[in-house]
């Protein structure tokens, strides 16, 4: 009974279906790669904006960060005392507690004397908290009075950022020591190191014993979790610990429900799926209304709704599979488009890339379900009519 | 009598109902799906051209705001919302130029002041205005209050627009701003825009005691703002001022510092190509949607197409029916696409507090972008027509 036959079967007709008509097939897997490419691009711009704001974050090692109860997010994180990091060395569990100290000054050396804004990260140079040790190296060279290190995305407008340029920040002269590759994410459009001493020198109203942020890494095999908790006890209750993971809910949170960005970006995501769902619906009931009269056939000599049904999701699952591939390919190649143009940290990710292929397998099988209706309308009596 | 058209001079259409439109509405479940295929691409553009220009229009509603003809400020200021100020001796070096008929200061801070939420404790950057209360330079909007009453100590009008966590709407009977306690005496409703999640305007006495003039005296001014006598040609005043000011002082007319405003957001923000690649993506599957239907179309009618060749109507035509048809289905998308944008930049705006509207200028720039998506496809598809050959009906 050919009702019965089985997906062997269904993927054989489906396969033909498609292999019979190459241009046509050709034309509904560049659709589907469009709009797979379209999420991926979408999805990309959505979570961009957090990961910008964390760039400091996921480029630094730590397994601890301890901030102030006013933290609200990187750029705007309260102070606390230094001496609680003094107190946070005391645990056993703690191999290194460093300070930061963030600030804004003008950078007066701008091009067309402009003078933009710079974000100042002061730290201890003799702390190794960078994930690129050839960071960790350089910082050695920022224990020179009035030294700075620039970041490399630093924008055109502060002018050459050359090694041995005197610049005028807040009526200060500092030296450029050299440049280093983390990237500015939403700290400013320029960014510099400097050490905690000349911090205080750019900042006079600042003080060394007040910090905005430290920096916890723990001895090897001490779980994140117990020594949060430790640390908590030990440094009261005027402090906030975050772990790694609560540190990016945290941030991810700020970025998608206190700006405008979760909104926007979270709309444009969800327009391009239904867009993705428009476009594959479009392809797959062309190409059922083609084959139409052939269904039909296969109606008339026995095979029922089901079989034909289960064709038609193999059409879609194989247009799917053969777009999602080169698309995955060309959103590695947008990402970087975007990074160039934006600086923000784009990148693909596992997670990411799974969460692209649910997507378009939900808009496959959304799509198949909503072509079904011409499918049910393959009437064997049409073939004579 | 039925318009028997002429087939050696085949007219544009049959009877009072051009082919195009018969072939549009032939088919309705499909013209249903064809304006959704259409109509979705256009509403992905729209959105995103909206929000770009949310974007920008947001950091740049506030410059429209102030009460001005020639505007005065530090030359090292790059852009609007950063706080660059000169010494208020510039302005009166200003004020005495002939035509001028007066020169105000405006304070503002942007990253130094704090709001203390009084419902819950918490605290947050907020954007500051200050003024003389007597000269209000800035035409806040929708302004319940008596802006000169800001002349006594400690007394400011607050944002109702604001972002619902810094609790100014209602606006509270009092604040505080870095630790000084604040009288909320009114509000306004400006809204947030992508940097700043509120604003609070204060008289300039609460100001200079709020961020005190390192130097001493009165504090230093943000923008001068400067009105002309009625009558005094703009740019030879503009010229006398910057003689009469020193050189790291800019003399701007409102357009040069929105352009300056608008310059800098195009050049460093992520904004901008974000939302370009968005349309552009946009305009690329809505081509691709527009391809296959009109493709889909085409095909099937290609027997009727042959047919009216073998009648001896022209290739030209046939394409210019094509053409027409693929406007038609541009049109047929973007209409409902257009509405339902109207009502999403309503929900989305009020919920974000972005100036997000649809204006005409929008409508017309997708309507071009959704008739070129239309007819590039239309072009690319109609191969089919051109090549029908009348012996293949049979």
Redesign the interface.
């Known amino acids: 009974m050919p009702g019965e036959a089985g997906w062997p079967a269904r993927l054989a007709l489906a396969w033909r279906i498609l292999a019979h008509d190459k241009g046509r097939t050709a ?1 509904a897997v ?2 589907v790669f ?2 797979i ?2 999420v991926f ?2 999805l990309g ?1 959505f979570i961009a904006v957090p990961r ?1 704001g964390m760039l400091l974050y996921d480029r630094t090692q730590f397994d601890l960060l301890v901030a102030s109860t ?1 933290y ?1 997010y990187q750029v ?1 994180p309260g102070e606390f005392p230094l001496n609680q990091l003094d107190k946070a060395r005391t645990a056993p569990e703690v191999a290194l507690a460093a300070p930061l100290y963030f600030g ?1 000054a ?1 950078w ?1 050396s ?1 091009e067309d ?5 710079v974000f100042v990260v002061g730290l201890d140079p003799r702390y190794p908290i960078f994930a690129r040790r050839n960071i960790n190296r350089q910082l050695a060279v920022l224990d020179r009075a009035d030294t700075v290190l620039v970041d490399s995305m630093t ?1 055109p ?1 502060f002018g050459p950022l050359t090694t041995g340029r005197v610049v005028d920040i807040d009526g200060d002269k500092v030296t450029i020591a050299g440049d280093y590759v983390l990237g500015t994410g939403f700290m400013g ?1 320029g960014v510099i190191l400097v050490s905690a001493q000349n911090f205080i020198h750019l900042f006079p109203y600042r003080k060394l014993d007040q910090v905005n942020l430290g920096l916890i890494q723990l001895k090897p095999g001490v779980d994140p979790d117990r020594a949060a908790a430790t640390l908590r006890d030990l440094l009261g209750s005027d402090i906030q610990i975050f772990t790694r993971p609560e540190l990016e809910a945290h941030e991810t949170a700020y970025w998608t429900t ?3 960005v979760g ?2 970006f979270g ?2 995501l969800l ?2 799926f ?2 993705g769902v ?2 594959v ?3 797959l ?2 190409l059922v ?1 083609r084959q139409l009269p052939q269904f039909a056939t296969l109606k008339a000599v026995g095979y029922g709704d089901r079989f034909l049904v289960g064709t038609v999701i193999t059409m879609a699952l194989l247009i799917v599979l053969a777009s999602f591939f080169p698309a995955l390919a060309a959103a590695v190649g ?1 990402y970087a ?2 990074r160039d ?4 940290p784009v990148e693909m990710s596992g997670a990411r890339i799974a969460a692209v292929f649910a997507a378009t397998l939900a808009m496959a099988a959304a799509s198949a379900l909503l072509s079904m209706s011409s499918l049910r309308r393959a009437d064997p009596a049409d073939l004579f009519g | 009598m039925i318009a028997t058209p002429h087939p050696g001079r085949a007219p544009r259409s049959v009877g009072f109902v051009p082919l195009a439109w018969r072939n549009l509405v032939a088919n309705k479940p499909r013209l249903v799906r064809s304006s959704g295929g259409i109509g979705f691409a256009v509403l992905l553009m729209l959105i995103q051209l909206g929000f770009e220009r949310a974007f920008f229009n947001a950091s740049l509603e506030v410059i429209q705001l102030l009460d001005g003809d020639i505007f005065i400020q530090r030359a090292s200021k790059y852009r609007f919302a950063t706080r660059d100020p000169f010494p208020a001796r510039d302005l009166e070096a200003a004020r005495a130029v002939a035509g001028v008929a007066s020169a105000w200061p405006l304070y503002a801070a942007w990253h130094e002041l704090f709001w203390r939420n009084p419902a819950d404790g918490k605290d947050f950057l907020v954007r500051v205005f200050a003024f003389d209360p007597d000269q209000p330079v800035l035409s806040l909007p929708e302004i319940e209050a008596n802006e000169r009453d800001l002349s006594n100590l400690d007394t400011a009008i607050v944002d109702r627009r604001a972002r619902r966590f810094l609790g100014m709407d209602p606006p509270p009977p009092a604040a505080e701003l870095n630790g000084s306690k604040i009288k909320i005496i009114g509000s306004f409703a400006l809204g947030p825009d992508f940097e700043n999640d509120g604003t609070v305007v204060v008289g300039d006495r609460t100001f200079g005691k709020l961020l005190p003039n390192p130097r001493g005296g009165a504090p230093d001014v943000e923008l001068g703002v400067i009105k002309l006598i009625p009558g005094s040609d703009s740019l030879t005043v503009q010229r006398a001022i910057a003689a009469a000011v020193p050189t790291d002082v800019a003399v701007l007319t409102k357009a040069q510092l929105l352009e300056l405003e608008r310059k800098f957001q195009a050049d460093v923000s992520s904004a901008g190509p974000i939302f370009v690649m968005g349309t552009l993506v946009g305009f690329i599957v809505g081509m691709l949607i527009a391809y296959q239907i009109i493709y889909t179309d085409v095909s099937e009618q290609q027997p009727q197409y042959a047919t009216m060749k073998a009648m001896g109507y022209r290739t030209r035509y046939l394409v210019q029916v094509v053409l027409e048809q693929a406007t038609l289905s541009a049109l047929a998308g973007w209409v409902p696409a257009v509405l339902v944008s109207i009502l999403l930049f309503r929900i989305i705006g009020g919920v974000a507090l972005l100036p997000l509207h649809m204006t005409v200028e929008l409508a017309l720039v997708s309507l071009l972008l959704t008739l070129s998506m239309c007819l590039i496809s239309a072009v690319l598809a109609v191969r089919r027509v051109v090549s029908a050959d009348p012996a293949e009906v049979f």
């Open positions: 034309l560049a659709g469009l709009a490419l379209l691009v979408q711009f910008g006013a609200e705007q804004s003008k007066r701008g004397g402009k003078a933009p804004d924008r407008m459009l206190r700006t405008s909104l926007l709309s444009g327009i391009s239904i867009v428009m476009v619906y479009q392809i009931a062309t209304g947008v488009v975007i143009e934006t600086l923000l």
